[in-house]
């Protein structure tokens, strides 16, 4: 079985300051990784994935995350927040072995204060 | 490329009546589409997978003759809420996967069952 924990339920940041949302994953073979962000009433939006190759994957709005396969982690994280990044975001992971679906976490708020 | 529309975004309906929810994928052929559920602050629950042509497959613990789903097309799924009660309300989501873009979600739909 596959599984995503993402620990915090929410993360406050300060405009402009680094943020970092985290996430860690379990799966039995090789882990696609993804991250998604959900506005209020909105389907998720793709933010960046992990196949394979570089741990450090650079994604939309800025957003880039490492994959870390020791830690088994996939933590997101953005230089400078913008208080436009308050979202819900959400990881996802599916086993690259086979045919599966993709499991999520249960979403991380991120607020960003002026 | 790779855009999922998903009709209608807000219904209101009343207890005992039946809601359909179209899922389309626009500009790709879907052979595989997804229906979630979302709860308040709550992560992605898959319901079902649909495939074109075939019986829908239902994760444990979803009613088959509550939640009908038909994938008549490689464009198009429909979930069909049948007797919906107040307790079906919640926010889904369908999605489908696109070879060169991976999994593409529709915006959701809001069923509030009164």
């Known amino acids: 079985a596959q599984s995503v924990a993402q620990p915090e339920d929410q993360v406050n940041v300060a405009e402009g300051n680094p943020l970092t949302v985290k996430c860690t994953y379990s799966v039995s073979g090789n882990p696609y990784l993804f991250w998604y962000v959900q506005y209020p009433n909105r389907g998720l939006q793709f933010l960046l994935k992990?196949?394979?190759?570089?741990?450090l994957v650079k994604g939309s709005y800025g957003f880039e995350a490492e994959f870390n396969k020791s830690q088994t982690s996939f933590h997101l994280k953005k230089p400078s927040a913008l208080v436009s990044d308050s979202a819900l975001y959400f990881c996802?992971?599916?086993?690259?072995?086979?045919?599966?679906?993709?499991?999520f976490g249960k979403g991380t708020m991120l607020l960003v204060s002026p | 490329g790779a855009v999922v529309s998903q009709h209608p975004s807000r219904v209101i309906c009343k207890s005992g009546t039946s809601v359909k929810i179209e899922c389309r994928s626009l500009d790709f052929q879907a052979t595989t589409m997804f229906w979630y559920r979302q709860f308040p602050k709550q992560s992605l629950m898959l319901m079902a997978t649909s495939n074109e042509g075939s019986k829908a497959t239902y994760e444990q613990g979803v009613e088959k003759d509550k939640f009908l789903i038909n994938h008549a097309s490689l464009t198009l799924s429909t979930l069909t809420v049948t007797s919906a009660h107040p307790e079906d309300s919640s926010f889904y989501i369908c999605?489908?996967?696109?070879?060169?873009?991976?999994?593409?979600f529709g915006s959701g739909t809001r069923l509030t069952v009164v």
């Open positions: 992990y196949i394979t190759g570089d741990n």
């Open positions: 996802a992971v599916r086993d690259g072995g086979g045919y599966s679906t993709l499991t």
């Open positions: 999605s489908a996967i696109e070879q060169s873009y991976g999994y593409t």
